[in-house]
């Protein structure tokens, strides 16, 4: 059958695909949550544990090992725009289907869902999955004086989630002002720069690179008076049924902050 995928692209995929293999690790816990099994998942998709321990790992996100994947013979690869490498995506492309999903809010992410459960013959499970998810976000009560804040994705150099990401998406929806918004995707800043920026909040993500306690005082000597917190990256970055539970992840950090 012919199905659009989120580039636009119109790919041929069997009716259903037997043999999956998920480049994107928020993708692959959404496959798993749907109910489908897979042939083939990268280094990165964590969840569930138990794929993690047993699936074929076929490299990284951004280094996929092109000949094991096609050592699979896969009938579907579900990859992403943003975290999987262009060149590397169509060469797998030339060789079998490949459907794209390019996430910006929550609307791509749910339009995900439904699309890979229309695709995998789950459609009742991704609408279960997708109403949920709704539900959750709707019963947010962000506090109606916005929180300057910044979130940091990596250090060496220091990057922050730019506007035009779904971090920043996710920043919205817990009533934060990402202080960077002018700024597209993922930019380099320095210390000096956060600390002129009017930053009261500063997240440290636990994904792609591992923030700890001990970076909270490199910030602080910038931002003596900020709050400074770790944050879990999973709940603001991963865009497939993990956002199941972020609803609650960012009402307790939205509560703590208040105290």
Same mark, same amino acid.
């Given at each position: 059958?012919?199905?659009?995928?989120?580039?636009?692209?119109?790919?041929?995929?069997?009716?259903?695909?037997?043999?999956?293999?998920?480049?994107?690790?928020?993708?692959?816990?959404?496959?798993?949550?749907?109910?489908?099994?897979?042939?083939?998942?990268?280094?990165?998709?964590?969840?569930?544990?138990?794929?993690?321990?047993?699936?074929?790992?076929?490299?990284?996100?951004?280094?996929? $090992?092109?000949?094991?994947?096609?050592?699979?013979?896969?009938?579907?690869?579900?990859?992403?725009?943003?975290? $999987?490498?262009?060149?590397?995506?169509?060469?797998?492309?030339?060789?079998?289907?490949?459907?794209?999903?390019?996430?910006?809010?929550?609307?791509?992410?749910? $339009?995900?869902?439904?699309?890979?459960? $229309?695709?995998?013959?789950?459609?009742?499970?991704?609408?279960?999955?997708?109403?949920?998810?709704?539900?959750?976000?709707?019963?947010?009560?962000?506090?109606?004086?916005?929180?300057?804040?910044?979130?940091?994705?990596?250090?060496?150099?220091?990057?922050?989630?730019?506007?035009?990401?779904?971090?920043?998406?996710?920043?919205?929806?817990?009533?934060?002002?990402?202080?960077?918004?002018?700024?597209?995707?993922?930019?380099?800043?320095?210390?000096?720069?956060?600390?002129?920026?009017?930053?009261?909040?500063?997240?440290?993500?636990?994904?792609?690179?591992?923030?700890?306690?001990?970076?909270?005082?490199?910030?602080?000597?910038?931002?003596?008076?900020?709050?400074?917190?770790?944050?879990?990256?999973?709940?603001?970055?991963?865009?497939?049924?993990?956002?199941?539970?972020?609803?609650?992840?960012?009402?307790?950090?939205?509560?703590?902050?208040?105290?």
């Amino acid at each position: 059958m012919l199905f659009t995928d989120q580039l636009g692209r119109s790919v041929e995929i069997p009716s259903p695909p037997r043999r999956i293999v998920s480049v994107v690790p928020s993708q692959t816990e959404l496959l798993y949550d749907l109910g489908v099994s897979v042939t083939g998942i990268t280094k990165f998709c964590v969840h569930p544990e138990s794929w993690f321990r047993s699936i074929t790992r076929i490299g990284g996100t951004k280094q996929l $090992n092109i000949e094991k994947i096609i050592s699979l013979q896969p009938d579907l690869i579900i990859a992403n725009k943003e975290e $999987n490498e262009k060149a590397q995506i169509e060469a797998l492309a030339a060789k079998f289907p490949v459907w794209i999903s390019d996430i910006q809010n929550l609307g791509d992410a749910c $339009n995900m869902i439904l699309s890979l459960g $229309n695709i995998l013959q789950k459609t009742s499970e991704a609408l279960s999955i997708t109403s949920r998810i709704k539900e959750g976000f709707a019963r947010l009560q962000p506090p109606s004086l916005a929180i300057p804040a910044a979130y940091f994705i990596w250090r060496n150099p220091w990057m922050i989630a730019g506007g035009d990401t779904f971090i920043h998406e996710m920043m919205h929806a817990c009533g934060f002002r990402n202080v960077f918004e002018d700024m597209p995707r993922y930019p380099v800043i320095s210390l000096a720069q956060l600390a002129a920026s009017g930053c009261r909040l500063v997240l440290l993500s636990s994904e792609p690179y591992p923030f700890c306690e001990k970076h909270i005082a490199e910030v602080r000597e910038y931002l003596p008076d900020a709050d400074i917190r770790l944050v879990d990256g999973e709940m603001f970055s991963w865009y497939g049924s993990r956002l199941l539970h972020a609803p609650e992840y960012f009402r307790e950090l939205m509560v703590s902050l208040q105290h």
